[in-house]
């Protein structure tokens, strides 16, 4: 157990649904992160927080609609997805953010992931 | 913004042999270069990582090299065992971390 866990692990929806993934960690992290995998693709970051503050948003459509309401909470608002978003959901922490202009590495720890099929 | 092309796509070994997994990056500033490993149905880990003051990190079975020159990383695998089998990620640490495609070891005993 690493301290990072996802809810729901699994969702299906339809492409009228609103639906929301929740991550939760423990660690006493700064930054965390969502991140799509999906099948032969790189892990595709989606958005990033830093100390509660959105630091990134990587080109995400507006049908995701992040939350960080606390440096300990993640939420990935959905609604009106497409097939196409129909993926493995990634959340992932870390004690400081990774990259930025102060190019800072750390090591970040994955929650199991919400598989999302969306009908 | 940095991009990281990682290869092979998949690596078949026999159980006992070295597999090794490469990738370039484009963003000569960056300066962490880790890796991941997702089995099957699992969360990524870290497993090793190697910052751009070093060559080479070793641990255990498993190492990094890191040639900043021309911009290319190596994770080394001696002794494979069925364990190995994986999908591993090479990420680099530009002004964001960007992750390669990954690579699908299978380790056949």
């Known amino acids: 157990e690493t301290g990072v866990t996802q809810t729901p692990r699994h969702l299906v929806m339809g492409m009228t649904n609103k639906k929301s993934l929740k991550c939760e960690q423990h660690l006493g992290h700064n930054a965390m992160y969502w991140y799509k995998q999906s099948a032969k693709k790189p892990l595709e970051l989606m958005f990033v927080y830093n100390f509660k503050e959105q630091t990134e948003n990587n080109s995400v459509p507006s049908r995701f609609s992040p939350e960080c309401p606390n440096s300990s909470h993640l939420f990935l608002h959905l609604h009106t997805l497409q097939p196409e978003d129909s993926a493995l959901y990634l959340c992932?922490?870390?004690?400081?953010?990774?990259?930025?202009?102060?190019?800072?590495?750390?090591?970040?720890?994955f929650g199991e992931g919400s598989r999302l099929t969306v009908l | 913004g940095e991009n990281v092309e990682q290869h092979p796509s998949t690596l078949s070994v026999q159980e006992g042999d070295s597999a090794v997994i490469k990738c370039t990056y484009s963003d000569s500033a960056s300066n962490y270069f880790p890796w991941y490993k997702q089995e099957l149905g699992k969360r990524p880990q870290l497993i090793i990582d190697i910052r751009s003051n070093v060559g080479e990190k070793k641990d255990q079975r498993i190492a990094v090299t890191l040639n900043k020159t021309a911009k290319h990383f190596s994770l080394h695998i001696t002794e494979t065992q069925p364990e190995d089998s994986a999908v591993y990620f090479c990420a680099a640490n530009g002004n964001k971390l960007v992750f390669g495609a990954g690579t699908i070891l299978r380790v056949k005993s």
């Open positions: 992932a922490s870390s004690l400081s953010l990774a990259g930025g202009w102060r190019r800072t590495g750390g090591e970040l720890f």
